[in-house]
T-cell receptor, first 115, second 117 residues
Framework: DQQVKQNSPSLSVQEGRISILNCDYT??????FLWYKKYPAEGPTFLIS?????DKNEDGRFTVFLNKSAKHLSLHIVPSQPGDSAVYFC??????????????FGKGTKLSVKP | DSGVTQTPKHLITATGQRVTLRCSPR?????VYWYQQSLDQGLQFLIQ???????AKGNILERFSAQQFPDLHSELNLSSLELGDSALYFC????????????????FGNGTRLTVT
């Protein structure tokens, strides 16, 4: 039973346009959400995170939006660059009454940014 | 460079054998996590240690074990290896006891690719 779902295995975007990557979750105990980027033959690299007390967090070209009522988060990349081509993983961490859980990952979305 | 070091990068071994994967966390990080990524699978959490003590356990097989040493490096031991154990094994570290505590993201090493033949 997947608690974190990335329903689009792949996404292709033109350079300079916006990339929107989506993620849905089922566990209402999740209170910290992260996006990771992964290039082939490397480990996942932390990109941006958001706490459940916020609905938006921005870092340069990257913005994460959180909609708690819909249990949905998205990552916007504007403008997209060819170097952004990678697999993007959404991850979430539950808070069990103060006992911090580990990160649970989605299966990833492969982003291709075409010049 | 995340600052997390994993050795070896590649490991090829036969079924029934035992291997040890090693991880050095980022300087100052007290938590170490182990994840497995098989073909077509996402990252599956195996086990977490915080300052030498086991903190959380995921889908870790009984044939697998881990420990974190006083210098905070960690080892993942895989024994009685089967073909299905072939995967990428990632180590990650963070400063806090859990990722949600003080919004402490995990930082990953580049993984050890294990091939069981």
């Amino acid at each position: 039973d997947q608690q974190v779902k990335q329903n689009s295995p792949s996404l292709s975007v033109q350079e300079g346009r916006i990339s929107i990557l989506n993620c849905d979750y089922t566990n209402s105990m999740f209170d910290y959400f992260l996006w990771y980027k992964k290039y082939p033959a490397e480990g996942p690299t932390f990109l941006i995170s958001i706490s459940s007390i916020k609905d938006k967090n921005e870092d340069g070209r990257f913005t994460v939006f959180l909609n708690k009522s819909a249990k949905h988060l998205s990552l916007h990349i504007v403008p997209s660059q060819p170097g952004d081509s990678a697999v993007y993983f959404c991850a979430a961490s539950p808070n069990y009454g103060g006992s911090q859980g580990n990160l649970i990952f989605g299966k990833g979305t492969k982003l291709s940014v075409k010049p | 460079d995340s600052g997390v070091t994993q050795t070896p990068k590649h490991l090829i071994t036969a079924t029934g054998q035992r291997v040890t994967l090693r991880c050095s966390p980022r300087s100052g990080d007290l938590s170490v996590y182990w994840y497995q990524q098989s073909l077509d699978q996402g990252l599956q959490f195996l086990i977490q240690y915080y300052n030498g003590e086991e903190r959380a356990k995921g889908n870790i097989l009984e044939r697998f074990s881990a420990q974190q040493f006083p210098d905070l490096h960690s080892e993942l031991n895989l024994s009685s290896l089967e073909l299905g154990d072939s995967a990428l094994y990632f180590c990650a570290s963070s400063v806090a006891e859990g990722p949600g505590l003080y919004n402490s993201p995990l930082h990953f090493g580049n993984g050890t690719r294990l091939t069981v033949t």
